[in-house]
């Protein structure tokens, strides 16, 4: 319940007007309830640190497909023994590469901002928290393809 500002009245939470002094009661006159506590108000952006990973998730995820078109150079390469399609796959693989590691620093950045508004107690980043976890994983499988890739162009 609140009080009237202007007599003390106590009010419902539905009450437009003071019955008693008919003062109008809308949301910025609204004294506090009697006997309530107000919540702390947050501090803190949902979304902190969601740019940086996103940008980590399309840079994983490009550079996952550079490694996947270079196991089709490679076999290419193999077949023909081109040395055009073996530069190609090196290519690829260095490009994959290059991507990859700074997919892997910018989620764990933004797994981390989430740690840490957590810590201070503040909202929650929880999109920066879920594509943070996407782009490590991805990361994590495009290095383990990137290890397959190195193997397979060394053979050739």
């Known amino acids: 319940m609140y009080q009237c500002r202007k007599c003390g ?4 939470y539905e009450a437009e007007y003071c019955s008693k002094c008919l003062e109008e ?11 309530e506590i107000k919540p702390k108000k947050q501090k803190g952006r949902v979304m ?20 996947m078109f270079c196991f089709i150079a490679a076999d290419l390469a193999v077949g023909t023994r081109r040395s055009f399609m073996q530069v190609s796959a090196w290519l690829l693989w260095v490009f994959g590469l290059i991507l ?12 981390k901002c989430f740690v840490n508004a957590k810590r201070k107690n503040r909202k929650k980043p929880i999109p920066a928290l879920i594509i943070g976890i ?23």
Do not use: H, R
């Open 100 to 111: 990859t590691i700074p997919s892997v620093i910018l989620g764990i950045n933004s797994i």
């Open 25 to 35: 009661i809308n949301a910025s006159k609204k004294a506090t309830s009697s006997g």
């Open 9 to 12: 009245k106590q009010l419902t």
């Open 134 to 156: 996407d782009t490590v994983a991805t990361s994590a499988m495009a290095s383990l393809y990137l290890l397959i890739a190195l193997a397979v162009l060394t053979a050739i």
């Open 48 to 67: 902190d640190g969601f740019g940086p990973a996103l940008t980590g998730a399309i840079l994983g995820t490009v550079g996952f497909s550079l490694i």
